[in-house]
């Protein structure tokens, strides 16, 4: 299995490419045979040029580490923003309630994730050009780390409150790591952590004349 630091490292040839063109040199269908666009299709591009075998798990995973892709627009100022916010992982009450956020599921995928950061058009068909690659260093003791814990714990304490519980986990909740319901449609039950574009925006600089 590839290192994380050597995929980093690999992966700083991605900076700039249009992955359109990489998806063409390595047979990557940007749409599905029913005409529906292929989601994962950018992470698959990634993985070939990494010529690592394809996972059919939801997200590659590559034992130490985890390929996340982020879409990043560009508003008509010219300006950059994110698209959206990023799923990092499932919220499992259980487990939640069982472990601090040291031990947590939310804390070890977050140390995991290497990120591509991608520019997107209006549609799938416009050019995506890869803007960055992050991991995200949450060093213990840091504002950061503590303000994602306090997140981290809101969920907790909710979901241990006998007056409160699972369904009052709200995306209202949370500065930089919110809890949402997942999947389609506002039945959905099931909820995961997601990462706000506050979160993001500490890892990946947007807008800076450095870029």
């Not at 982020?70 to 009450?93: N, Q």
Request: a positive charge.
């Amino acid at each position: 299995l590839m290192e994380r630091r050597e995929a980093i490292v690999k992966m700083q040839d991605l900076l700039g490419k249009n992955l359109h063109d990489l998806a063409r040199e390595y047979n990557v269908t940007v749409y599905a045979p029913s005409g529906k666009v292929n989601k994962g299709w950018a992470g698959h591009v990634v993985e070939r040029f990494l010529e690592l075998p394809l996972n059919s798990a939801q997200s590659p995973n590559f034992g130490s580490w985890e390929l996340k892709s982020i879409p990043i627009k560009i508003l008509k100022s010219g300006r950059l923003a994110f698209k959206e916010t990023m799923a990092i992982t499932m919220i499992d009450p259980v487990n939640v309630c069982q472990k601090e956020f040291e031990d947590s599921h939310l804390l070890s995928k977050l140390k995991k994730a290497v990120v591509v950061a991608r520019t997107v058009g209006r549609t799938v068909d416009d050019p995506s050009f890869v803007y960055d690659i992050v991991e995200f260093d949450l060093n213990e003791g840091s504002d950061l780390y503590e303000s994602v814990k306090a997140d981290y714990n809101l969920v907790r304490q909710t979901i241990l409150d006998p007056n409160k519980g699972f369904n009052f986990l709200t995306g209202k909740m949370g500065i930089y790591i919110q809890p949402r319901t997942k999947g389609s449609g506002h039945g959905s039950t099931s909820r995961a952590f997601y990462a706000r574009p506050s979160f993001l925006a500490k890892f990946i600089n947007l807008n800076s004349t450095e870029n």
